[in-house]
């Protein structure tokens, strides 16, 4: 099952002039994203869909050795319907926003 994280948007919900998926809380909030896909050890893959709305987002989870799928940015479901067909097995989406994700939660939802 591949673990995809949705991390391309444009920020506007947080009203920040910086990435939000940067912003810390504690650590940068893709990064607990990423760390509660990881360590639920279901993912054989984890690839962080991004857009030219967020390239420091994009150059972050390249930093941290994650795949990227670069879409138009045209919007969730238009980039999510881009990034799935690059796929033929079961994929599982979460939102780069969603910092208080952790491996439990992965699991029992999975």
Do not use: W
Request: hydrophobic share 40%.
């Amino acid at each position: 099952m591949i673990g995809l994280v949705m991390c391309g948007g444009k920020g506007t919900r947080m009203d920040s002039l910086e990435e939000k998926l940067l912003i810390k809380y504690k650590n940068p909030v893709i990064q607990h994203v990423i760390t509660a896909l990881q360590d639920s050890r279901i993912f054989s893959k984890i690839v962080c869909v991004t857009s030219p709305n967020a390239p420091k987002t994009r150059q972050f989870v390249n930093a941290l050795g994650i795949n990227t799928i670069e879409t138009e940015g045209n919007g969730y479901v238009d980039d999510l319907s881009e990034a799935l067909l690059n796929f033929d097995e079961t994929v599982f989406v979460a939102s780069g926003d969603m910092a208080l994700l952790d491996d439990k939660i992965v699991r029992k939802v999975v």
